[in-house]
């Protein structure tokens, strides 16, 4: 919503068709109906503590030093793979010509609505940090300019090659999940390697379920938490996302916060060793024991089982963690 008002407002600096369409207080106007269109949002952030500020803050993360040249170069090679080898070249190129003569408003129009995006995110990218996928909100415009330019130009040849490799591309990440645990190729493909083998992990659970009548289930993690919710969406016990600290940092933390009432025993699952900072939480803290999910030929997660019952409540408010 932030980059569509920064977006018009640059077009409104290069394009006095811009300006004109904004006069007579029809920008008034449309500013009227965003902010009535987005008010519910607003709404809802101030009445939890404005939570997407929040994620949005940790996401940007700027720190010292500040430069991380490596991390813009990064971010511009991944957006070769998000928009397209081709598809980007030709925006590059689009770009430039364009902002060296400019001669088509429509293309000045869809520049405006793609580039200022990028730039933000490539100082984003310099000063911390930026993921590929940040970028989307450019090439619905950018796609558009890049497509006419290239049949503009009578590329159609072009045109047809990008739009195999994308089709190829398209494919083969629709296939090849399929395939991941008999390839040695994806062992070492982390998009894959993350996805598979969660349908196993609770499996494993629902047979630690049966073992013992338990009250809830209780995680760490917005990856478990959504993995099982998923997985175990024909069970009926409530599962809980333990704080990772005085306010939500995900939005499972927000919606299924651990809390008192919780019903006991509870069955908690981790991929790593079950905290002793949340077992002295609960008189009664037993662990149950460990499970290897195997993903590939060399490569595993592992689930660890504790048992907790007898909540005593949260720390004190003058205690110290260490």
Excluded at 148 to 176: E, T
Excluded at 242 to 269: C, K, N, Q
Aim: charged residues 15%; contains cysteine.
């Amino acid at each position: 919503m932030v980059y569509v008002v920064i977006c018009i407002a640059c077009h409104a600096l290069v394009s006095r068709e811009a300006r004109d369409a904004l006069k007579g207080g029809r920008g008034v106007v449309a500013a009227l109906i965003a902010l009535a269109v987005f008010s519910p949002n607003v709404w809802w952030n101030a009445e939890h503590g404005f939570p997407t500020v929040r994620h949005t803050e940790a996401n940007i993360g700027w720190k010292y030093p500040y430069i991380h040249l490596g991390k813009l170069l990064q971010y511009i090679g991944v957006q070769f793979g998000v928009f397209g080898p081709i598809l980007f070249v030709v925006l590059l190129r689009a770009a430039w010509r364009e902002i060296r003569h400019p001669s088509n408003q429509s293309n000045i129009l869809l520049l405006s609505f793609s580039l200022p995006v990028l730039a933000l995110l490539a100082i984003q990218a310099l000063v911390s940090r930026a993921h590929g996928n940040w970028t989307a909100t450019a090439y619905p415009a950018a796609t558009i300019l890049v497509t006419a330019a290239m049949f503009g130009l009578n590329r159609l040849i072009l045109f047809q090659i990008s739009l195999a490799i994308h089709l190829v591309v398209a494919a083969a990440l629709a296939v090849a999940p399929a395939f991941a645990r008999q390839s040695t190729f994806f062992e070492q493909t982390k998009p894959f390697s993350r996805v598979i083998g969660w349908h196993e992990a609770a499996d494993a659970v629902r047979a630690e379920l049966a073992r013992n009548r338990y009250g809830a289930l209780l995680v760490e993690t917005r990856e478990m938490a959504g993995e099982l919710l998923y997985y175990l969406r024909d069970v009926s016990m409530p599962l809980y996302v333990w704080p990772s600290g005085p306010v939500p940092m995900d939005h499972y933390e927000m919606t299924r916060p651990f809390t008192a009432g919780a019903p006991e025993p509870i069955l908690y699952v981790s991929l790593k060793r079950c905290s002793p900072q949340i077992g002295k939480h609960f008189a009664s803290f037993h662990h149950l024991g460990m499970k290897r999910i195997m993903l590939v030929r060399a490569k595993w997660r592992m689930l660890h089982f504790c048992s907790l019952a007898e909540y005593r409540g949260p720390p004190a408010p003058n205690a110290q963690t260490h």
